[in-house]
Each structure stands twice: as structure tokens, then as C-alpha cells.
């Protein structure tokens, strides 16, 4: 079992930067993806960005690229998600999620591969 908590939302004028984390406990953390994923009001829940187990490789969101960054710290059991130039469309639910894929190359972006998710925590991005 592995719990998530994320922490780091809140509200910030467009334009503005916020950091996300996403705190791991449970089994090994390093045998597991990560991912960023989203749900804005009347939304399907999307992904926003993924991270494979050692850090090395990560995938975003066309919309998202250059101006959020995932990475990991195996050593704490956490995961980031550094959001810059935050756009009033960025207003959602984010959500970390984790998926077993142990030494793995490649990130995960299909949320029906992840096996466990945290409890949400909100972005409010106003105009």
C-alpha cells in the first residue's frame, strides 16, 4: 500500500508560479512512476505530467510544456510539480498518482496504469 498527500495549492494571479508536492509513504518508493494529472470544474480528469522511477525521463502536457516541471526526490519520498506563468485555464484539481513500474525508462500518462492517487489539492489561477 502507498499512501499520497499532496500539498502546495492555493490561489495566485495569472502569471504567477506555485510548487506542488506529493509526499510518499509505504513500500518503495523508487519502484514507482509518478504522475501529475488534473481535473478542472465540468472536466474529465486529464494528465498533466509524468515522471519515470529514477528521475530520468518525464512527459508533459503540450499545454503545460515549459512551464511546469515534474521531478522526484527518492530520498525524501516526494514528488514535484513546479507550476510557472500559471494561466486562469490551469484552475483544477491536481492530483499525484503512482504507478509500479519498477526501473523502467519510460513515464507513465495513462491514468488506468497508475495504482494509487492522493486526495487532490486545489489550483486556483485568477485573471
Known amino acids: 500500500q502507498v499512501q499520497l498527500v499532496e500539498s502546495g495549492g492555493g490561489l495566485v494571479q495569472a502569471g504567477g508560479s506555485l510548487r506542488l508536492s506529493c509526499a510518499a509513504s509505504g513500500r518503495t518508493f523508487s519502484s514507482y512512476a509518478m504522475g501529475w494529472f488534473r481535473r478542472a470544474p465540468g472536466k474529465e480528469r486529464e494528465f498533466v505530467a509524468a515522471?519515470?522511477?529514477?528521475?530520468?525521463?518525464?512527459l508533459y502536457l503540450d499545454s503545460v510544456k515549459g512551464r511546469f516541471t515534474i521531478s522526484r526526490d527518492n530520498a525524501k519520498n516526494t514528488v514535484y510539480l513546479q507550476m510557472n506563468s500559471l494561466k486562469p485555464e490551469d484552475t483544477a484539481v491536481y492530483y499525484c498518482?503512482?504507478?509500479?513500474?519498477?526501473?523502467?525508462?519510460?513515464?507513465?500518462?495513462?491514468?488506468?496504469?497508475?495504482?494509487?492517487w492522493g486526495q487532490g489539492t486545489q489550483v486556483t489561477v485568477s485573471s
Open positions: 515522471i519515470n522511477w529514477s528521475g530520468a525521463s518525464t
Open positions: 498518482a503512482a504507478a509500479y513500474s519498477p526501473y523502467s525508462d519510460y513515464p507513465v500518462s495513462n491514468e488506468r496504469q497508475y495504482d494509487y
